[in-house]
């Protein structure tokens, strides 16, 4: 098949495959999409955790953007991990010059293990110049209360959090509730003009590790395709509830998930 769309992804590296940049190209390729990057941090990693980061310098990011887009025009942007003020400011900038409508940022904060991947000035300059010029924020439920700050404990306010994103000025905001407790998973999807609750049974499964980042690459492969935010939104669920129902048990600790649960090899390839 020939790709489908071109998306740019802005993110750091999982050494182990299952987050990250990686987890975003595979992502994109497995439903279609043409992946390019830019690497904005190097991390050595498994499924028990980070070892070390290594950040790359600010110009560094901005060069892989813009000779990258300027050769190769991205249909859409998926921005992931951006560890200082520095880099969202040459982001920014980059963006302003892309002009590219389908911008998805996952305001990354925390590893799946517990290692910081932004500091604190960064979380602020994020929240004040970085979220107005997404199309889509797609925070987890420890993002969403840093950047509303309140706490969220239930579906309902997931909701009020995600209003109050809004009112900060998101345009299209989906909570993810992987860490809620319960028997069922709801990703809230909220603008200023609905509030679709998007709701799944959870999947009992220690292999989690990129869930949120394969999510958010997948809803801007469909965005990017052309699809309306609500489709968008319900097939990148879609794909990555599939992707970790189909259990792989790689790793000592939290696991990836199976990217390719939404490819078929052709017989001239077995
Ligand atoms: N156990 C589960 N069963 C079904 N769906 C899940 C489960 N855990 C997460 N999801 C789905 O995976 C997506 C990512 O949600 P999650 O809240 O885990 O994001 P995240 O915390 O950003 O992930 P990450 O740790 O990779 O950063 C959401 O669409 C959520 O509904
Ligand atoms: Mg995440």
Same mark, same amino acid.
């Not at 050595?44 to 025009?73: C, H, L, R, W, Y």
């Given at each position: 098949?020939?790709?489908?769309?071109?998306?740019?992804?802005?993110?750091?590296?999982?050494?182990?495959?299952?987050?990250?940049?990686?987890?975003?190209?595979?992502?994109? !390729?497995?439903?279609?999409?043409?992946?390019?990057?830019?690497?904005?941090?190097?991390?050595?990693?498994?499924?028990?955790?980070?070892?070390?980061?290594?950040?790359?310098?600010?110009?560094?990011?901005?060069?892989?953007?813009?000779?990258?887009?300027?050769?190769?025009?991205?249909?859409?942007?998926?921005? &992931?991990?951006?560890?200082?003020?520095?880099?969202?400011?040459?982001?920014?900038?980059?963006?302003?010059?892309?002009?590219?409508?389908?911008?998805?940022?996952?305001?990354?904060?925390?590893?799946?293990?517990?290692?910081?991947?932004?500091?604190?000035?960064?979380?602020?300059?994020?929240?004040?110049?970085?979220?107005?010029?997404?199309?889509?924020?797609?925070?987890?439920?420890?993002?969403?209360?840093?950047?509303?700050?309140?706490?969220?404990?239930?579906?309902?306010?997931?909701?009020?959090? &995600?209003?109050?994103?809004?009112?900060?000025?998101?345009?299209?905001?989906?909570?993810?509730?992987?860490?809620?407790?319960?028997?069922?998973?709801?990703?809230?999807?909220?603008?200023?003009?609905?509030?679709?609750?998007?709701?799944?049974?959870?999947?009992?499964?220690?292999?989690?590790?990129?869930?949120?980042?394969?999510?958010? !690459?997948?809803?801007?492969?469909?965005?990017?395709? &052309?699809?309306?935010?609500?489709?968008?939104?319900?097939?990148?669920?879609?794909?990555?509830?599939?992707?970790?129902?189909?259990?792989?048990?790689?790793?000592?600790?939290?696991?990836?998930?199976?990217?390719?649960?939404?490819? !078929?090899?052709?017989?001239?390839?077995?």
């Amino acid at each position: 098949m020939k790709p489908r769309a071109k998306i740019l992804i802005i993110a750091g590296s999982d050494s182990s495959g299952g987050a990250g940049i990686q987890a975003d190209i595979k992502t994109v !390729s497995a439903l279609g999409g043409y992946a390019m990057t830019a690497v904005t941090a190097i991390t050595a990693q498994n499924t028990t955790g980070v070892k070390s980061i290594v950040a790359i310098p600010p110009k560094e990011i901005a060069n892989q953007i813009m000779f990258t887009a300027n050769d190769i025009k991205p249909d859409a942007i998926k921005i &992931g991990m951006l560890h200082s003020v520095e880099v969202i400011k040459q982001v920014i900038s980059c963006l302003k010059k892309i002009k590219t409508k389908h911008i998805i940022l996952d305001p990354v904060m925390v590893a799946k293990g517990g290692a910081k991947l932004i500091n604190n000035k960064a979380i602020q300059f994020l929240e004040k110049q970085m979220i107005k010029h997404a199309y889509l924020i797609t925070p987890n439920i420890p993002e969403a209360e840093v950047l509303s700050n309140m706490k969220i404990n239930t579906p309902e306010d997931m909701i009020y959090a &995600g209003s109050i994103l809004i009112n900060k000025g998101a345009t299209n905001v989906l909570i993810k509730g992987g860490h809620l407790k319960g028997s069922f998973v709801r990703d809230v999807l909220i603008n200023k003009k609905e509030i679709k609750v998007f709701k799944n049974k959870k999947i009992n499964s220690k292999n989690t590790h990129g869930t949120g980042c394969t999510v958010s !690459s997948a809803i801007t492969t469909y965005l990017a395709c &052309g699809k309306t935010i609500n489709k968008a939104c319900e097939l990148g669920i879609k794909y990555v509830n599939q992707a970790i129902g189909s259990k792989i048990n790689y790793g000592k600790g939290h696991g990836p998930i199976n990217h390719l649960t939404s490819v !078929s090899i052709n017989k001239e390839f077995k």
